[in-house]
């Protein structure tokens, strides 16, 4: 039997580091990683995505490993100019990552969908991976704070996800459709798993599942769907997940996240250093080193929710021995 498919649901930073384990360990073409777009704004006059282009820059070996965001070797010279000239500068643009705001705001202008612009900037850049935006229709993470209702990008980068949240909601959700590209890749017939990223639940997984479409999906497929824990010994690795959590009255702990994806969820991977929580969970278990620093931490993660899918899945998936691309 060859390689199983996987799609894995991501947001940027945390989820894309399994994404980047699955690309390594998977056939060319077998993956399709599905980003949240909930984080896209208009800033500038430009079109922006956060998340997919963080997807993009990791997985083709581009990403900037000191600043966990943006294009490695970046220069600085229309940001510089921009501050000079009084310009908005709270939202850092690279040079290079410039162009490829400036391109997929002329492209979408022209009336070519998301999904097309970014599968396109995907082969351009050389990703054996298939990258999709959650959905060609605008969705918008808008977070009710202490401070008052901010857009995503001004709750995240500009207040730094200080102000403490009360809500989340994701405007345009309901009369959103999935991506249709995105949705055949659930229907092909070597589908071994649908994996939930440990990307930030509230703010990067949830604009995906409040898209009907994507959630009787799921809901709906033959594959398993396997969430791994984003948090590992009761705290988040990087990012507000925790302090959301806190925010929001809820318990900081895996068991939370893995109740929060009742319903879609057949299997949860939980870090070792959380396994006494095992018992209490009442989906399918599998107990793993989740902390991915490495690209052998990250490939051999991809490699246990494969087994582990297959095992609920009762049938063999045998994963591509290849070299994978990408950093560690
Ligand atoms: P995003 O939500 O994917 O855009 O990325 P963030 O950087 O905001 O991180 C989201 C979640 O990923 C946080 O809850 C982190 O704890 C989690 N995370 C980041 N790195 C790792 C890791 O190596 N292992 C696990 N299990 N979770 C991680």
Redesign the pocket.
Known sequence: MGTGSVVAL????????LALGFQGICAPGALTVVVNTGDDFEHLGLAISP?VDTTLYTLAGLANPQLGWGRDGETWNFMAELERLGGESWFRLGDKDLAVHVERTRRLAKGEPLSEIIGDFARRLGLAARVLPMSNDPVRTIVETAAGTLSFQHYFVRERCEPAVATIRFEGAPDARATPAALQALERQDLAAIVI????PY??VDPILAIPGWRSALQSSGAPVIA?????GGE??????AKIMRELKLEVSPLTVARHYAGIIGGFVL?EADAALASRLDVPVHVAP????TRADKERLAREVLDFASALHGRSIRPHGGSGRGES
Do not use: E, F
């Open positions: 991501s947001g940027g930073i945390g989820g894309v580091k998340d990223c440990p990307s930030n703010l990067s791994v824990s984003p948090l590992i988040a690795v990087k990012g507000p997940t870090d989740t902390l991915m620093r």
